[in-house]
Protein backbone atom coordinates (compact mmCIF):
# COMPACT_ATOMS: atom_id res chain seq x y z
CA UNK A 1 0.00 0.00 0.00
CA UNK A 2 1.22 3.51 -0.94
CA UNK A 3 -0.66 6.15 1.01
CA UNK A 4 -0.03 9.83 0.02
CA UNK A 5 2.17 12.00 2.19
CA UNK A 6 1.06 13.43 5.65
CA UNK A 7 -0.33 17.07 4.67
CA UNK A 8 -1.95 17.53 8.13
CA UNK A 9 -3.66 20.33 7.16
CA UNK A 10 -7.71 19.35 6.63
CA UNK A 11 -8.12 22.81 4.57
CA UNK A 12 -5.34 21.87 1.95
CA UNK A 13 -7.20 22.16 -1.65
CA UNK A 14 -7.07 18.32 -3.30
CA UNK A 15 -6.11 18.10 -5.95
CA UNK A 16 -8.38 17.93 -9.35
CA UNK A 17 -10.94 19.72 -7.06
CA UNK A 18 -12.37 23.21 -8.59
CA UNK A 19 -11.77 25.32 -5.69
CA UNK A 20 -14.12 29.01 -6.06
CA UNK A 21 -12.58 31.40 -4.90
CA UNK A 22 -14.72 34.03 -2.49
CA UNK A 23 -14.99 36.70 -4.50
CA UNK A 24 -16.21 34.23 -7.99
CA UNK A 25 -18.71 32.63 -5.46
CA UNK A 26 -19.65 36.71 -4.14
CA UNK A 27 -19.89 37.66 -7.72
CA UNK A 28 -22.00 34.70 -8.89
CA UNK A 29 -24.72 35.19 -6.36
CA UNK A 30 -24.19 39.30 -7.10
CA UNK A 31 -25.16 38.22 -10.63
CA UNK A 32 -28.11 35.29 -10.07
CA UNK A 33 -29.84 37.01 -7.19
CA UNK A 34 -32.62 39.74 -7.26
CA UNK A 35 -34.97 41.33 -4.65
CA UNK A 36 -38.28 39.32 -4.06
CA UNK A 37 -39.94 41.44 -1.86
CA UNK A 38 -42.93 43.34 -2.23
CA UNK A 39 -43.53 47.03 -1.27
CA UNK A 40 -45.89 48.07 1.50
CA UNK A 41 -46.49 51.54 2.71
CA UNK A 42 -46.16 51.81 7.10
CA UNK A 43 -45.92 55.18 9.33
CA UNK A 44 -42.85 56.25 10.28
CA UNK A 45 -43.48 54.73 14.33
CA UNK A 46 -43.10 51.47 12.37
CA UNK A 47 -40.26 51.98 9.89
CA UNK A 48 -37.27 51.40 11.91
CA UNK A 49 -35.25 48.78 10.61
CA UNK A 50 -37.36 48.49 7.28
CA UNK A 51 -35.67 48.87 3.94
CA UNK A 52 -36.73 51.53 1.83
CA UNK A 53 -38.41 50.47 -1.63
CA UNK A 54 -38.27 53.75 -3.31
CA UNK A 55 -36.08 56.93 -3.13
CA UNK A 56 -37.55 59.29 -0.41
CA UNK A 57 -38.02 63.10 -0.73
CA UNK A 58 -38.13 65.68 1.23
CA UNK A 59 -42.06 66.95 1.71
CA UNK A 60 -40.68 69.94 3.10
CA UNK A 61 -37.59 71.59 4.10
CA UNK A 62 -35.39 71.15 7.24
CA UNK A 63 -35.45 73.77 8.70
CA UNK A 64 -39.02 75.32 7.67
CA UNK A 65 -37.84 78.56 7.82
CA UNK A 66 -35.30 80.66 9.24
CA UNK A 67 -34.64 80.92 13.00
CA UNK A 68 -32.43 81.44 15.75
CA UNK A 69 -29.84 79.44 16.83
CA UNK A 70 -29.16 81.12 20.24
CA UNK A 71 -31.07 82.95 22.53
CA UNK A 72 -30.41 86.83 21.91
CA UNK A 73 -31.58 89.82 20.08
CA UNK A 74 -33.06 89.75 16.27
CA UNK A 75 -32.37 92.92 14.13
CA UNK A 76 -31.18 93.97 10.45
CA UNK A 77 -27.94 93.81 9.45
CA UNK A 78 -27.93 96.80 7.19
CA UNK A 79 -28.93 98.98 10.33
CA UNK A 80 -25.62 98.50 12.10
CA UNK A 81 -23.42 101.00 12.40
CA UNK A 82 -19.61 100.40 10.60
CA UNK A 83 -17.54 100.46 14.05
CA UNK A 84 -17.76 101.13 17.51
CA UNK A 85 -20.78 100.49 20.01
CA UNK A 86 -24.18 100.15 18.78
CA UNK A 87 -27.28 100.93 20.81
CA UNK A 88 -30.36 99.72 19.58
CA UNK A 89 -34.04 99.94 21.52
CA UNK A 90 -35.77 97.13 21.90
CA UNK A 91 -39.11 96.50 20.14
CA UNK A 92 -42.06 95.26 21.74
CA UNK A 93 -42.36 91.42 22.04
CA UNK A 94 -40.97 88.18 22.00
CA UNK A 95 -40.34 85.36 19.50
CA UNK A 96 -39.77 82.16 21.04
CA UNK A 97 -40.23 78.73 19.30
CA UNK A 98 -43.09 77.87 18.08
CA UNK A 99 -44.60 81.72 19.34
CA UNK A 100 -43.52 83.63 16.51
CA UNK A 101 -43.65 87.85 16.25
CA UNK A 102 -46.00 89.17 13.48
CA UNK A 103 -44.96 92.49 11.29
CA UNK A 104 -41.75 93.47 10.19
CA UNK A 105 -39.31 94.69 12.77
CA UNK A 106 -37.94 98.27 11.73
CA UNK A 107 -34.41 98.57 11.09
CA UNK A 108 -32.19 99.91 13.40
CA UNK A 109 -34.39 97.97 16.19
CA UNK A 110 -33.68 94.63 18.21
CA UNK A 111 -36.72 92.50 19.04
CA UNK A 112 -36.20 89.58 22.09
CA UNK A 113 -35.56 86.40 20.20
CA UNK A 114 -34.98 82.43 21.65
CA UNK A 115 -33.47 79.49 20.04
CA UNK A 116 -35.15 78.06 17.63
CA UNK A 117 -37.85 80.97 17.20
CA UNK A 118 -38.88 81.45 13.46
CA UNK A 119 -37.19 85.46 12.24
CA UNK A 120 -39.51 87.90 12.56
CA UNK A 121 -39.94 89.69 9.06
CA UNK A 122 -36.74 92.48 8.90
CA UNK A 123 -34.51 90.03 10.58
CA UNK A 124 -31.37 88.52 9.26
CA UNK A 125 -28.92 88.67 12.00
CA UNK A 126 -28.75 87.84 16.03
CA UNK A 127 -26.80 89.04 18.29
CA UNK A 128 -26.01 86.77 21.48
CA UNK A 129 -27.71 87.55 24.54
CA UNK A 130 -24.15 87.13 26.45
CA UNK A 131 -22.60 90.35 24.30
CA UNK A 132 -25.52 92.69 24.90
CA UNK A 133 -26.03 94.35 27.93
CA UNK A 134 -29.79 95.50 29.04
CA UNK A 135 -31.00 98.68 30.33
CA UNK A 136 -34.20 100.29 29.92
CA UNK A 137 -35.58 99.30 26.69
CA UNK A 138 -32.28 99.00 24.78
CA UNK A 139 -29.71 97.14 24.15
CA UNK A 140 -25.52 97.63 23.57
CA UNK A 141 -22.61 95.53 21.98
CA UNK A 142 -19.62 95.63 20.28
CA UNK A 143 -19.89 95.97 15.87
CA UNK A 144 -18.52 93.37 14.14
CA UNK A 145 -21.10 91.21 13.62
CA UNK A 146 -21.46 88.94 10.83
CA UNK A 147 -24.66 88.91 7.87
CA UNK A 148 -26.90 85.86 9.47
CA UNK A 149 -24.77 85.62 12.17
CA UNK A 150 -26.71 83.00 14.66
CA UNK A 151 -29.12 82.18 12.21
CA UNK A 152 -30.35 78.85 10.86
CA UNK A 153 -31.58 79.68 6.93
CA UNK A 154 -34.65 77.48 5.80
CA UNK A 155 -33.57 74.72 3.77
CA UNK A 156 -29.89 74.98 5.03
CA UNK A 157 -30.35 71.32 6.02
CA UNK A 158 -32.33 69.52 3.45
CA UNK A 159 -34.21 71.58 1.00
CA UNK A 160 -37.86 70.54 0.10
CA UNK A 161 -38.02 67.92 -2.94
CA UNK A 162 -34.17 67.00 -1.94
CA UNK A 163 -33.09 63.25 -1.90
CA UNK A 164 -32.97 62.38 1.29
CA UNK A 165 -32.95 58.61 1.88
CA UNK A 166 -32.13 56.00 -1.22
CA UNK A 167 -34.36 52.78 -2.25
CA UNK A 168 -32.55 50.22 -0.14
CA UNK A 169 -31.67 51.57 2.93
CA UNK A 170 -32.08 49.60 5.99
CA UNK A 171 -33.79 52.21 8.11
CA UNK A 172 -31.70 53.21 11.15
CA UNK A 173 -32.96 55.58 14.37
CA UNK A 174 -31.48 58.69 13.07
CA UNK A 175 -33.28 58.22 9.80
CA UNK A 176 -36.52 58.10 11.14
CA UNK A 177 -35.40 62.01 12.69
CA UNK A 178 -34.15 62.64 9.08
CA UNK A 179 -37.65 61.38 7.60
CA UNK A 180 -39.83 63.02 10.25
CA UNK A 181 -37.90 66.35 10.32
CA UNK A 182 -38.79 66.75 6.62
CA UNK A 183 -42.35 65.91 6.81
CA UNK A 184 -42.52 62.32 5.53
CA UNK A 185 -45.08 60.34 7.77
CA UNK A 186 -45.91 57.54 5.28
CA UNK A 187 -42.62 55.69 4.37
CA UNK A 188 -42.84 52.91 1.27
CA UNK A 189 -40.88 50.00 2.20
CA UNK A 190 -39.99 46.07 1.21
CA UNK A 191 -42.14 43.39 2.78
CA UNK A 192 -39.38 42.14 5.16
CA UNK A 193 -38.04 38.93 3.67
CA UNK A 194 -39.03 35.36 5.27
CA UNK A 195 -35.73 33.14 5.89
CA UNK A 196 -36.22 29.76 6.76
CA UNK A 197 -33.40 27.95 9.14
CA UNK A 198 -32.73 23.88 9.25
CA UNK A 199 -30.13 21.95 11.15
CA UNK A 200 -29.23 18.44 9.95
CA UNK A 201 -27.40 15.50 11.27
CA UNK A 202 -27.99 12.54 13.32
CA UNK A 203 -25.98 13.45 16.32
CA UNK A 204 -27.45 17.10 16.79
CA UNK A 205 -30.12 17.86 19.09
CA UNK A 206 -32.52 20.73 19.62
CA UNK A 207 -31.07 22.18 23.20
CA UNK A 208 -35.25 21.74 24.23
CA UNK A 209 -35.32 18.22 23.34
CA UNK A 210 -32.69 17.46 26.46
CA UNK A 211 -30.88 15.73 28.10
CA UNK A 212 -28.70 14.41 25.32
CA UNK A 213 -27.24 11.09 25.04
CA UNK A 214 -23.50 10.60 24.74
CA UNK A 215 -22.81 10.95 21.02
CA UNK A 216 -24.85 13.97 20.96
CA UNK A 217 -23.87 17.36 20.59
CA UNK A 218 -26.67 20.50 21.16
CA UNK A 219 -27.69 22.34 18.00
CA UNK A 220 -25.64 25.49 18.22
CA UNK A 221 -26.73 27.06 14.75
CA UNK A 222 -30.15 26.98 14.75
CA UNK A 223 -30.60 29.63 17.92
CA UNK A 224 -27.84 31.50 15.96
CA UNK A 225 -28.95 32.02 13.11
CA UNK A 226 -32.67 32.59 14.09
CA UNK A 227 -31.48 35.22 16.40
CA UNK A 228 -28.72 37.01 13.87
CA UNK A 229 -31.56 36.72 11.11
CA UNK A 230 -33.63 38.92 13.31
CA UNK A 231 -31.27 41.11 14.33
CA UNK A 232 -30.86 42.02 10.43
CA UNK A 233 -34.64 43.18 10.25
CA UNK A 234 -35.93 39.70 8.33
CA UNK A 235 -39.06 37.07 9.55
CA UNK A 236 -37.85 33.75 10.15
CA UNK A 237 -39.80 30.29 9.79
CA UNK A 238 -37.80 27.92 12.32
CA UNK A 239 -37.71 24.38 10.36
CA UNK A 240 -36.22 22.88 12.98
CA UNK A 241 -33.83 19.86 13.58
CA UNK A 242 -33.63 16.90 10.42
CA UNK A 243 -31.84 13.47 10.17
CA UNK A 244 -29.07 12.48 7.37
CA UNK A 245 -31.21 11.03 5.46
CA UNK A 246 -32.39 12.24 2.30
CA UNK A 247 -35.94 11.66 2.28
CA UNK A 248 -36.52 13.88 5.52
CA UNK A 249 -33.35 16.70 4.13
CA UNK A 250 -36.07 16.81 0.76
CA UNK A 251 -39.63 17.29 3.36
CA UNK A 252 -38.09 20.22 4.99
CA UNK A 253 -36.46 21.92 1.94
CA UNK A 254 -40.05 21.88 0.18
CA UNK A 255 -41.46 23.11 3.42
CA UNK A 256 -38.97 25.64 3.93
CA UNK A 257 -40.06 26.61 -0.21
CA UNK A 258 -43.12 26.75 0.40
CA UNK A 259 -43.04 29.32 3.10
CA UNK A 260 -39.85 30.62 2.82
CA UNK A 261 -37.73 33.46 0.41
CA UNK A 262 -34.47 31.55 0.86
CA UNK A 263 -33.43 28.83 3.10
CA UNK A 264 -30.57 28.66 5.72
CA UNK A 265 -29.69 25.03 6.63
CA UNK A 266 -26.56 23.87 8.34
CA UNK A 267 -24.24 20.44 8.16
CA UNK A 268 -24.21 18.08 5.51
CA UNK A 269 -22.54 20.06 3.18
CA UNK A 270 -19.44 18.52 2.58
CA UNK A 271 -19.04 15.77 -0.19
CA UNK A 272 -18.94 12.68 2.65
CA UNK A 273 -21.16 9.56 2.96
CA UNK A 274 -23.58 11.10 5.43
CA UNK A 275 -23.76 14.53 3.90
CA UNK A 276 -27.09 14.20 2.59
CA UNK A 277 -27.52 18.41 2.31
CA UNK A 278 -25.26 18.78 -1.12
CA UNK A 279 -26.50 15.14 -2.23
CA UNK A 280 -30.03 15.89 -2.40
CA UNK A 281 -28.95 19.43 -3.39
CA UNK A 282 -26.81 17.95 -6.13
CA UNK A 283 -29.71 15.50 -7.39
CA UNK A 284 -32.65 17.56 -7.67
CA UNK A 285 -31.70 21.46 -6.39
CA UNK A 286 -29.16 23.11 -9.08
CA UNK A 287 -26.72 23.18 -7.28
CA UNK A 288 -24.08 25.99 -8.15
CA UNK A 289 -20.94 26.32 -6.35
CA UNK A 290 -19.80 23.40 -2.90
CA UNK A 291 -16.48 24.72 -2.83
CA UNK A 292 -14.93 27.68 -1.48
CA UNK A 293 -11.41 28.31 -0.80
CA UNK A 294 -11.73 29.56 2.05
CA UNK A 295 -11.36 28.86 5.94
CA UNK A 296 -12.89 28.20 8.29
CA UNK A 297 -16.26 27.00 6.16
CA UNK A 298 -14.92 25.12 2.94
CA UNK A 299 -18.15 23.15 2.09
CA UNK A 300 -20.78 26.07 1.19
CA UNK A 301 -23.89 24.13 -0.95
CA UNK A 302 -25.27 26.91 -3.08
CA UNK A 303 -28.08 25.66 -4.79
CA UNK A 304 -31.97 26.68 -5.53
CA UNK A 305 -34.88 24.66 -4.53
CA UNK A 306 -37.94 25.29 -6.27
CA UNK A 307 -36.53 28.74 -7.28
CA UNK A 308 -35.66 29.36 -3.83
CA UNK A 309 -31.91 30.18 -2.87
CA UNK A 310 -30.28 27.78 -0.48
CA UNK A 311 -27.46 28.58 1.34
CA UNK A 312 -25.87 25.19 2.42
CA UNK A 313 -23.74 26.00 5.73
CA UNK A 314 -20.85 23.85 7.25
CA UNK A 315 -22.12 22.09 10.36
CA UNK A 316 -19.31 23.50 12.76
CA UNK A 317 -20.75 26.86 14.31
CA UNK A 318 -17.61 28.89 13.32
CA UNK A 319 -17.58 27.99 10.12
CA UNK A 320 -21.76 28.33 9.61
CA UNK A 321 -21.57 31.64 10.82
CA UNK A 322 -18.12 33.24 9.38
CA UNK A 323 -20.24 31.89 5.98
CA UNK A 324 -23.61 33.52 6.81
CA UNK A 325 -21.34 36.60 7.28
CA UNK A 326 -19.46 36.75 4.12
CA UNK A 327 -21.77 35.01 1.81
CA UNK A 328 -25.81 34.52 2.96
CA UNK A 329 -26.14 38.34 4.39
CA UNK A 330 -24.82 40.25 1.06
CA UNK A 331 -27.25 37.72 -0.83
CA UNK A 332 -30.12 37.96 2.01
CA UNK A 333 -29.74 42.04 1.37
CA UNK A 334 -30.21 41.53 -2.42
CA UNK A 335 -33.02 39.39 -2.16
CA UNK A 336 -34.90 41.73 0.69
CA UNK A 337 -34.15 44.53 -1.39
CA UNK A 338 -31.87 45.98 0.30
CA UNK A 339 -28.89 45.38 -2.58
CA UNK A 340 -25.30 44.00 -1.79
CA UNK A 341 -24.07 44.69 1.53
CA UNK A 342 -20.35 44.98 1.57
CA UNK A 343 -19.05 45.42 4.74
CA UNK A 344 -16.53 47.70 5.05
CA UNK A 345 -13.28 46.99 6.99
CA UNK A 346 -10.51 49.05 8.12
CA UNK A 347 -7.03 48.56 8.30
CA UNK A 348 -5.30 48.22 11.82
CA UNK A 349 -1.70 46.59 12.46
CA UNK A 350 -1.85 43.11 14.18
CA UNK A 351 -0.80 41.82 17.61
CA UNK A 352 -0.14 38.42 16.10
CA UNK A 353 2.28 36.75 13.47
CA UNK A 354 1.14 33.85 11.24
CA UNK A 355 2.20 32.84 7.92
CA UNK A 356 -0.55 31.84 5.32
CA UNK A 357 -0.73 29.38 2.69
CA UNK A 358 -1.66 30.84 -0.96
CA UNK A 359 -5.13 29.87 -2.41
CA UNK A 360 -7.58 30.64 0.20
CA UNK A 361 -9.45 33.51 1.93
CA UNK A 362 -8.96 32.79 5.95
CA UNK A 363 -11.46 34.69 8.52
CA UNK A 364 -9.95 35.17 12.03
CA UNK A 365 -11.37 35.55 15.21
CA UNK A 366 -10.47 39.03 16.09
CA UNK A 367 -10.78 42.17 18.46
CA UNK A 368 -9.27 45.64 18.52
CA UNK A 369 -6.99 46.31 21.74
CA UNK A 370 -5.24 49.28 22.31
CA UNK A 371 -5.09 49.98 17.99
CA UNK A 372 -4.21 46.36 17.23
CA UNK A 373 -6.16 43.29 16.07
CA UNK A 374 -5.34 40.34 18.47
CA UNK A 375 -6.46 36.79 17.14
CA UNK A 376 -8.55 34.16 18.85
CA UNK A 377 -5.72 31.62 20.30
CA UNK A 378 -7.10 28.96 18.64
CA UNK A 379 -7.96 28.38 14.67
CA UNK A 380 -10.25 24.97 15.48
CA UNK A 381 -13.46 25.62 13.52
CA UNK A 382 -14.80 23.37 16.41
CA UNK A 383 -14.05 26.58 18.94
CA UNK A 384 -16.96 28.39 19.30
CA UNK A 385 -15.68 30.19 22.66
CA UNK A 386 -13.84 32.12 20.22
CA UNK A 387 -16.55 33.74 18.68
CA UNK A 388 -17.75 35.14 21.64
CA UNK A 389 -13.97 36.18 22.63
CA UNK A 390 -14.07 37.88 19.04
CA UNK A 391 -15.33 41.38 18.68
CA UNK A 392 -15.04 41.04 14.52
CA UNK A 393 -12.92 39.02 11.86
CA UNK A 394 -9.66 39.65 10.68
CA UNK A 395 -9.73 38.96 6.76
CA UNK A 396 -6.61 38.00 4.98
CA UNK A 397 -6.68 37.47 1.33
CA UNK A 398 -6.17 34.30 -1.34
CA UNK A 399 -2.57 34.85 -1.66
CA UNK A 400 -0.17 33.78 0.63
CA UNK A 401 1.66 36.04 3.58
CA UNK A 402 3.89 35.97 6.06
CA UNK A 403 2.28 38.51 8.88
CA UNK A 404 4.67 39.81 11.18
CA UNK A 405 3.57 41.75 14.12
CA UNK A 406 2.60 45.03 12.92
CA UNK A 407 1.95 44.21 9.86
CA UNK A 408 -1.60 45.91 8.40
CA UNK A 409 -4.50 43.52 8.46
CA UNK A 410 -8.04 44.33 7.45
CA UNK A 411 -10.47 43.93 10.39
CA UNK A 412 -14.23 43.96 10.05
CA UNK A 413 -15.84 44.67 13.71
CA UNK A 414 -19.12 42.58 13.91
CA UNK A 415 -20.93 45.68 13.31
CA UNK A 416 -19.89 45.98 9.78
CA UNK A 417 -21.95 42.57 9.05
CA UNK A 418 -24.73 44.07 11.23
CA UNK A 419 -24.44 42.20 14.71
P1 LIG B 1 -20.82 18.58 8.94
O1 LIG B 1 -20.79 19.89 8.19
O2 LIG B 1 -22.14 17.92 8.93
O3 LIG B 1 -19.72 17.70 8.44
O4 LIG B 1 -20.50 18.93 10.45
C1 LIG B 1 -19.26 19.45 10.85
C2 LIG B 1 -19.18 19.52 12.35
O5 LIG B 1 -20.15 20.42 12.86
C3 LIG B 1 -19.44 18.20 13.04
O6 LIG B 1 -18.56 18.11 14.14
C4 LIG B 1 -20.87 18.33 13.50
O7 LIG B 1 -21.16 17.54 14.63
C5 LIG B 1 -20.95 19.79 13.83
N1 LIG B 1 -22.33 20.31 13.69
C6 LIG B 1 -23.16 20.06 12.69
N2 LIG B 1 -24.33 20.71 12.88
C7 LIG B 1 -24.22 21.36 14.06
C8 LIG B 1 -25.11 22.18 14.81
N3 LIG B 1 -26.33 22.48 14.36
N4 LIG B 1 -24.66 22.68 15.99
C9 LIG B 1 -23.40 22.41 16.43
N5 LIG B 1 -22.53 21.65 15.75
C10 LIG B 1 -22.93 21.11 14.58
MG1 LIG C 1 -22.68 15.92 9.46
Not at 182 to 196: F, S
Not at 297 to 305: F, K, Q, T, Y
Request: net charge negative.
Amino acid sequence: MQPPPLKDDCFAMPPGVDWTPVDTALAQLRDRLHAVTETETVPLAQAGGRILAEDVNAKRSSPPYANSAVDGYGLAHGGLPEGGICVMPLSDGRAAAGEPVEGELPVGQAVRILTGARLPDGVDTVVLEEDCSVESGRIAFRSGLRRGANTRKAGEDVAEGAMVLPAGRQLLPQDLALLASVGVAEIPVRRRLRVAVLSTGDEVLDIAAGPARDAQIFDANRPMLLHLLRLWGYDTVDLGHVRDNPETVRAAFDKGAAQADAIITSGGASAGDEDHVSAVLKAQGDLQNWRIAMKPGRPLALALWDGVPVFGLPGNPVAALVCTLVFARPALGVLAGAGWLSPQGFSVPAAFAKSKKAGRREYLRARIRDGRAEVYHSEGSGRISGLSWAEGLVELGDEARDIAQGDPVTFYPYGAFGL
